[in-house]
Structures are given as C-alpha cells and as structure tokens.
C-alpha cells in the first residue's frame, strides 16, 4: 500500500496536467472563438461553436462552465442554474422555394422594341394589344389617310362668285397683242395655283396628325419595353422623341414642295384627264345657245358643275365666254389627278417614313443616345448607384474587412493546433 503523500502527488501531478492540457489547447480556442464573437462574425451567417453541459441535477455542470471559462457563476439560496431546454429539428413549410430567383431575357430592349413595331405598323398584328384599338398602328394610319382623303375637296374650289366670273377676270388681265383665239396657258396656272394654296393646309395637318400618332406609339412601345431600366427608358425615350421631331419636319419639308411642285407646272400622263376633258367640253355648244338666246331660261344643268344661272354672261364676248369655260372644265379635269397626287403620294411618303422609323432610323438613334452622345450623361446615369445600392456596397466592404480579421483569428488558431499536433 503506497503512502499517502505518494497518492496526494500523483493527484496534483494529474491536475496539472489537465491544466496544463486546457491552457494550452482548449484555452486558446475558447479565446478564438470569443474573439470572434467580439468580431460580429455571425451576423454574416457564420454559426460560432458553443459549449453545451449536459448532467444530472448537481453533477458539477456549473463548475466545469467555471472553469473552462475562468469565471465564478452566481450562488446562493433561490440562484437557479437550470434552464430547460426541448431541441427539436423541424420543417418550415413557409420558406420561399427556391430561395434564389434567376430570370433571364434572352431579347435586348431595341430588338424587342423593334419587333413589337413591326408588329403595330408593318404587318399589322395586334396580338399583344387585343383590346387596345389605338395600339392597331396600321388601322389607325388607314383610317387617317382615308379621312384626309375625304377632306380635299372631289371639285376644284371656287369662289361664291357667279359662274366663270373668276375665269373672266383673270383672262381679261392675261390679255396681250396676239391672236384672240389661243388660249393663255398662264390664266390657267393663275387659277390652278389659287386652288391648291386653299387646300395647302389639308396635307400639312394630315402629316401633323399622323407623327402625333405615331410619337405616342412608339414612346408607349419603348416604355413598355424598357419599364425595367428607368435610365436607360428616360434616354431611349428622348432619342425616340428626337428622331420623330426630326422626321415630322423632313415630312413637312416634303409635304411643302409637294405643294410648291404642283403649283410650278400643270401635267399629268393620265389618259383619263384628256377623256374627262373632252366629255365635259362637249357641254360647250349648248351652253353657249342659252347664253346667247335671251328668250330661253337662264339656268343650265351641266356635268360635273351642276345647275348654274347664266344670266351675268349674255351681252359677254363669246371668244371670252368660251375660253372662260373650256378654262372652267380643264380645271375639273385637271383636278383630279392633284387630288389623287397628293393622296398618293403622301401615303407612299408616311409608308417609307414608317418602315425607315422602325427598321433603321430608330436604333441608330438610342445608340447615339446612349452611347456616342457628346456629354455621355446617359452612361453617367445609368453607372450611378442608387442609394440602395451604395448601402449594399459599403455593407459588403465591412462584410469583407470582418471576414478577413476573421480569417487572421481561425489561421492563428489552426497554425497552434498543427504545432502542438506535430509535437
């Protein structure tokens, strides 16, 4: 039986191993781990480590707490150290699924832009808009041009005067020394320029009307297209709004010599207008029995003229009378094909504006925008960050600064563990 004293040093020798143990590797982690706690690590999501004692009722838990952690718990009377705890691992069914969300558009905004405007103004479909009549671009250019066909007048304009009293007056100040009988080519271009001047405004407005139309599709489509990127929709937008300012005065431009060619010269390679011409002419012979026959009514009922009084014209120079009315019909005849230019030609005008709009002109011009503009704001808006954004970021950069000071905390501690473990 060893002696007393030999048991009690073994005893302490024991202890201090075990203290000498905990000093050196258990210590340390503890110290790792607190720091890290210190650091906020674990509002980044990190779970740090805890200790758990677990025992019966007065087994040495709240010393063991005491001693890895160096400090004295509180006792005494009424001082609880026991806290109840139920663990259960359990599903929560109101979690979102999944938690990251990645949508992908595979169609850039000017490439979708443009499809939908083929769509609206070209081909005419309307799937997209079923309900949305003014979004019908092709009915709705239609329905214009046949409205503005309508307003110009089917019969030259003319004066409330008397019947060729306007005729009269002009070739009575045509007059010159030559033969009676030719006809002054300049009264008819005299009259022919006073009836396109009145119904110049027809076409301007119609041209007006239809680039206000097509400004508020297009700016719709764009929106619609780019709601997702307001820097990007607010410069698309001005360069759509640009470009359609820039064409409505192009088209006006043209609308104006348009007006002024048909003003400069009287022709047409209708064969209609010589038919039209002769048919009507061939009115002229009784007309002139009622003019000259004061015992006859005074009203005629002509083609293309309807009733007129001709009472103003008995006592007139035939030659005059004449002139006067073969004027008169030639106008008529003529007529119809300024008419039919200006119909014409300006819906092959608004059609090659349109398709120039949709297929070219337009992306060329959210480039330049956006791109090649001489300021580059709109590249300056859109790399500004919100202050969403910037909150983000900063707190992404302390997120980074923790984690590091972190990393520098597990390294020295797993460099310690390596050193003892090679020891």
């Known amino acids: ?33 607190d720091r890290l706690r210190q650091l906020k690590v674990m509002q980044e999501g990190i779970e740090l480590p805890t200790i758990v004692v677990v025992g019966d009722q007065s087994s040495g838990k709240s010393s063991v707490l005491e001693s ?23 599903d929560d069914p109101s979690l979102p699924s999944p ?62 005067s008397a019947f060729l009293l306007e005729e009269i007056e002009v070739l009575e ?14 009264a008819f271009l005299i009259l022919l320029q006073k009836r396109v001047k009145e119904v110049s405004s027809i076409p301007q407005d119609f041209v007006e009307k239809v680039w206000g139309y097509l400004e508020d599709l297009v700016v719709a489509v764009l929106d619609n297209a780019s709601e ?24 006006i431009r043209n609308v104006k010599e348009i ?13 209609d207008y010589m038919k039209n011409w002769v048919e009507l002419m061939e009115q ?21 003229v309807g009733e007129v009084d001709v009472s103003h014209l008995r006592g007139r120079r035939d030659v005059v009378v004449e002139q006067a009315f073969d004027i008169r019909m030639r106008q008529i005849s003529y007529w119809k094909s300024v008419v039919l230019r200006l119909v014409d030609v300006l819906a092959l ?18 480039m330049n925008e956006v791109v090649g503009g001489r300021s580059m704001n709109c590249i300056e808006k859109m790399l500004e960050e919100s202050p969403a954004t910037s909150g983000k970021r900063e707190r992404l950069r302390k997120s980074i600064q923790l984690l590091r000071e972190s990393k520098e905390v597990v390294a020295k501690i797993i460099d310690r563990v390596a050193v003892q473990a090679a020891d």
């Open 259 to 271: 007006i002024e060619m048909e003003m400069v010269t009287d022709f047409t390679f209708s064969p």
């Open 228 to 251: 997702n990127y307001p820097p990007l929709q607010a410069c698309s937008r001005r360069a759509a709004l640009n470009l359609i300012e820039k064409m409505r005065r192009r088209s």
């Open 349 to 366: 005008n608004i059609a090659y504006a349109v398709k120039k709009l949709v297929e070219n002109e337009l992306e060329t011009e959210i």
């Open 173 to 186: 100040e045509n007059r010159g020394i030559w033969l009676p009988n030719f006809l002054p080519r300049t």
């Open 68 to 90: 890895l952690a160096g400090i004295s718990l509180p006792r005494g009377q009424g001082i609880c150290t026991r806290v109840p705890l139920i663990m259960r691992l359990q």
């Open 99 to 160: 938690i990251l969300h990645l949508e992908y558009k595979g169609k850039q905004i000017i490439s979708k832009t443009k499809e939908m405007l083929r769509k609206l103004l070209i081909r005419g479909e309307f799937d997209d808009f079923p309900d949305d009549k003014q979004m019908h671009g092709t009915a709705r250019l239609a329905e214009m041009l046949n409205a503005y066909a309508a307003a110009l007048p089917t019969n030259i304009p003319t004066k409330e």
């Open 284 to 304: 002229q012979e009784r007309f002139m029995e009622v003019v000259h026959n004061n015992y006859t009514p005074t009203i005629i009922i002509l083609k293309a």
């Open 1 to 33: 039986m060893a002696p007393p004293c030999c048991e009690d040093n073994k005893q302490i020798q024991t202890l201090n191993a075990l203290t000498c143990s905990y000093n050196d590797q258990i210590r340390p982690l503890l110290d790792a781990v």
